[in-house]
């Protein structure tokens, strides 16, 4: 006489992918009834008036392949839209509920300094070009400088890159909400008077330059 047919044993969800850190006060609940890719619930996970933004998972190594990163990317993007989120870089999981709590705990004047800092704003990004190609000489360089002190005025921060030819900058800028379609409003009459460059902004994006969340 046999027995019943063995069945393969599921990974249980035991972890806790990260996705942001959010005011409890400022998070609106939205997203947190969305779906993952895998069908779990976004869980919100809170310590004080902070609320982690997280996913059910396997305690293991995250694949963070392309459709992954996108994934995680769409979340923190609609996140930021609704309310101020301090980002997790992609492919943080924590092994169980009470590290992560803990974690929450231990890093509190840090999360609420960098939300406080992050509170209302976006970021948007600026590249520079030569628009002829080959080396570009130095006057180049000294416009697209000046072109980044006028775009600088009108951001909190700002945070160059460094970068390499064709590109003469490229920077990050803390732009408050109100005011981006004003940004990228200078930074197109900028190009326009300077046609030596080719100017190229991106975003709104999470604030993922101005912030480094270290589990």
Known sequence: MTGPAPTRQTQV????????????????GGLARRRGRDGEAFQRIR??????????VPFDVPALDRAALEAHQ???????????????????????RRPLIRFLEDQYP?????????EGHWELRLHIEARVAGDPDRSLHEVAAG????????A???????????????????VE??????FIERAEALAGAHDELALDVTGPWPPYDFVRIVP
């Open 13 to 28: 969800a035991s972890g806790y992918y990260l996705y942001g850190i959010v005011r409890a006060r400022g998070w609106r």
């Open 177 to 182: 909400r109100d005011a981006w379609v004003e």
């Open 156 to 174: 909190r921060a700002a945070l160059p890159f460094p970068c390499d030819a064709p590109r003469l900058l490229s920077a990050a800028f803390l």
């Open 110 to 118: 840090a999360l609420d300094e960098g939300l406080a800092f992050l």
């Open 74 to 96: 769409r979340l923190v993007e609609g996140a930021m839209r609704q309310c101020t989120i301090l980002p997790a870089p992609p492919g943080v999981v924590f092994r169980s």
């Open 47 to 56: 310590f004080r008036d902070l609320e982690a933004l997280t996913r059910a």
């Open 147 to 154: 072109v980044y002190t006028a775009l600088r005025r009108l």
